[in-house]
């Protein structure tokens, strides 16, 4: 675990932070296993040192120091996940914590003020670190009494207060969301209930957000992508295990969940986490930067989308278990991953949120959990329809009107999608209507999932009949109105992205650009 002293002084003016967030120097030496990135924002400051990380969790810089032979090596620098005591001094002053070898000791500051942690203000000698001095005055007779009787009232006054810390700390985090009314169990761990993986190994990191971080690893030989979360993010772990956790949610064109657990690699803590399917191809974002596609594979991952929304959205019974509609409410091709065969699985249901529906039981609970100020969470800012962004969502039906959004969101993914074609030539009959249709302005004109599903199948079977799900009785949904002739055009021009599919709301409502490169 020994890197290099860190002795950095001058920062760009560039990385200062706000008065409200702290902003800390940010290192981990080469043999340091895991990482504490997630517990910041790294900030850019050049191609190499220093770095620099603004906190998320806490005002409270750390750093750590390896004092070997003499020598002061730094061993991790950056912020800590919560403001603790020690957190209020001005400079980073070292106290020794561990031996981890034999003339090897470890030494730790915490501090709080921009970049304390750049460099340690001194290193106490080691004769100070509980070993008696041979050589050292000795006590005054009587005194080793007093002095037994004063350490004694700071060890107990120190317990007490620990455990005081403890308690508030775990009510902290344990508290449930939709408010500040204390819960019956609200000062249990929150990981007492979940199970220990001892077959999880966790290989890499694939991808970092700001509640969790997910890795590549292996349970019982089978590969899987491992969603850890920190112990502050324990209300987001709750939230999107409740929704894997719904009975029937099993759909090819959905993210296959496959456990709920606690661990972490090493020397990490151990937390709660989510263990599902493993989608080696990676995100939808990333793919469609890495590949174009030919006409038939771009249709297949723009119906197997809109297959998975539909399922989403849709209220079920099935085999006796009753699955409830779901607004997804973060879809983004971050947020779809690509299967072997091409298609899509729709994953991230951090913010995914149970829609009012016929029945009440754990669904209706999981909408409680949230509470209603949570219908205007928001998501990717860049794929949310317009009403979230101007707080205009028609909170008297909000069921229907999150579906609204979601149908947004997907014709921006169709418009990447179809964004990425090599052979996609003058408007086939009815791609420029289905985008228009789902991403008009007016959350009332848009396509319901269902529908968006059925003009693509048209699409893709332009000569054969389609039958419509069970689901619908009377033939064709009341709002699904009929598709244009689907026949394709002949024209040898290349459809031109970058002006639009066509003149009546040819670009999305929202003013930000979603063409992928």
């Known amino acids: ?181 204390p819960e019956p169990d609200s000062g249990r761990d929150c990981t007492e209930d979940l199970p220990k993986l001892p077959d999880l190994c966790f290989s890499q990191v694939i991808q970092e957000g700001g509640h969790a971080v997910v890795w590549a690893g292996r349970l019982q030989g089978e590969l899987v992508a491992i969603k850890a979360f920190p112990p502050r993010a324990v209300a987001q772990f709750r939230a999107e295990r409740a929704v894997y956790e719904l009975p029937g949610l099993q759909h090819d064109h959905i993210v296959r969940f496959i456990t709920a657990g606690q661990g972490g690699p090493d020397p990490l803590p151990s937390g709660p986490l989510l263990v599902l399917e493993l989608y080696p191809k990676g995100s939808l974002c990333h793919y469609l930067t890495q590949h174009t596609s030919d006409w038939g594979s771009s249709l297949q991952m723009a119906l197997s989308l809109a297959q998975g929304l539909a399922f989403l959205h849709e209220e079920r019974w099935q085999n006796g278990q009753y699955k409830p509609g779901i607004a997804h409410r973060d879809l983004s091709s971050q947020n779809v991953l690509i299967r072997e065969d091409k298609s899509c699985a729709i994953g991230d249901l951090g913010l995914a949120m149970v829609l009012p529906g016929l029945t009440q039981g754990p669904a209706s609970v999981l909408t409680q959990l949230r509470g209603p100020a949570a219908i205007l969470e928001a998501g990717t800012q860049r794929y949310m329809a317009p009403e979230l962004l101007d707080k205009t969502l028609d909170l008297q039906d909000w069921g229907t009107a999150l579906r609204r959004a979601d149908v947004y969101s997907l014709a921006l993914l169709l418009w990447e999608i179809l964004s990425r074609c090599s052979d996609l030539r003058s408007d086939p009959a009815g791609l420029r209507e289905l985008l228009e249709d789902c991403w008009d302005a007016d959350p009332e004109a848009r396509l319901t999932a269902e529908c968006v599903q059925q003009r693509l199948v048209a699409l893709a079977h332009p000569r054969e009949t389609h039958p419509f799900p069970k689901s619908w009785p009377h033939g064709y949904p009341q709002d699904c109105p009929s598709t244009p002739d689907p026949a394709l055009k002949e024209s040898a021009c290349h459809l031109n992205v970058q002006q639009g599919l066509g003149s009546r709301n040819s670009q999305p409502a929202s003013t930000t650009s979603h063409v992928v490169n």
């Open 1 to 181: 675990m020994l890197g290099t002293l860190g002795l950095w002084t001058l920062f760009p003016v560039a990385v200062r932070a706000p008065p409200n967030r702290r902003t800390c120097v940010f290192f981990e030496a080469p043999r340091v296993q895991g990482s504490t990135k997630t517990l910041g924002e790294l900030l850019e400051g050049g191609p190499g040192p220093p770095q620099s990380i603004r906190c998320l969790y806490s005002h409270c810089c750390f750093g750590i120091w390896n004092l070997t032979q003499g020598q002061a090596q730094v061993e991790m620098q950056g912020c800590r996940d919560s403001d603790e005591p020690g957190c209020e001094s001005l400079r980073c002053d070292l106290s020794p914590r561990a031996q981890p070898s034999p003339g090897s000791t470890l030494f730790t500051c915490s501090c709080g003020t921009d970049f304390c942690n750049a460099n340690y203000s001194h290193l106490p000698p080691l004769g100070n670190q509980g070993v008696p001095d041979p050589q050292g005055p000795q006590a005054a007779p009587g005194g080793s009494f007093w002095m037994a009787l004063v350490l004694l009232g700071v060890f107990l006054l120190l317990l007490l207060l620990g455990t005081i810390l403890l308690v508030l700390t775990q009510r902290k985090v344990c508290r449930a969301q939709g408010g500040s009314r």
